[in-house]
Nanobody
């Protein structure tokens, strides 16, 4: 199964930016969909961005206009650019990929903390 490794999390002040990266051990072009999810303490994991093989993207209203998902096929990497961060964006962020042959893969997560 393809392994996913996230990086780029950290501590940032409100209004700041971070870019998360998700490096895959296999070809991400094989995935039907790739996405970023987050989970805050005591809350359910939620989708924050997804991108299809055809390049279609989807964002919930809570991050629309602030977060951007993109891919670099040559590097087998998915990015999440996060701007205008808010304290409520604080969570562990997970990368996800849905491969038709092997199913869904998850990364181990990276912590994002936004201070007010």
């Amino acid at each position: 199964q393809v392994q996913l490794v996230e990086s780029g999390g950290g501590l940032v002040q409100a209004g700041g930016s971070l870019r998360l990266s998700c490096a895959a051990s296999g070809s991400i072009w094989r995935a039907d969909t790739m996405g970023w999810y987050r989970q805050a303490p005591g809350k359910q994991r939620e989708l924050v961005a997804s991108i299809t093989r055809g390049g279609g993207t989807n964002y919930p209203d809570s991050v629309k206009g602030r977060f951007t998902i993109s891919t670099d096929i040559a590097k087998n990497t998915v990015y999440l650019q996060m701007n205008s961060l808010k304290p409520e964006d604080t969570a562990v962020y997970y990368c996800n990929a849905d491969f038709p042959s092997t199913g869904v893969a998850w990364g181990q997560g990276t912590q994002v903390t936004v201070s007010s």
